[in-house]
């Protein structure tokens, strides 16, 4: 889902995104993506323009940001896996920031998803933002 609000001085278009979990199939997951690219790619034409992509990403970055500098920081939870590899990539190529990693949280706030047991707790839902 995607909205534009506009203002005196720089349009806003926010993205409600959704994107399936690691365990679904191969090419579930590659359509997936090519649609968010698809609408990445009618949202950036505008210019002026702040992004804002936000939704259950399923992806987890983790803390290590080895070549993903200018993307994420080191505050992410967890170790990277093949989705949050995926928007990683996505976000740098597409010059955005996955601002839930840039700075501490508290242990409370770290997490998105906790399972009913409380003994898992992963951060799979993400807010980018056009880092330009």
């Not at 191969?26 to 698809?38: A, D």
């Not at 080191?74 to 839930?100: A, M, P, W, Y």
């Amino acid at each position: 889902m995607t909205a534009q609000f506009y203002s005196r001085y720089r349009r806003v278009s926010v993205i409600q995104a959704y994107a399936p979990h690691n365990e679904k199939e191969e090419e579930e997951k590659t359509n997936s993506i090519r649609s968010h690219e698809r609408l990445w790619m009618d949202v950036i034409r505008t210019t002026y323009q702040l992004i804002i992509i936000m939704g259950d990403l399923n992806a987890k970055v983790g803390s290590d940001n080895n070549g993903y500098e200018r993307t994420m920081g080191i505050h992410g939870l967890g170790t990277q896996d093949e989705n949050g590899e995926r928007l990683c990539e996505f976000s740098q190529t597409s010059k955005l920031v996955i601002t839930g990693t840039l700075f501490p949280h508290k242990n409370l706030h770290e997490s998105t998803w906790v399972s009913v047991t409380g003994t898992a707790k992963i951060q799979i839902d993400h807010l980018l933002i056009s880092g330009q």
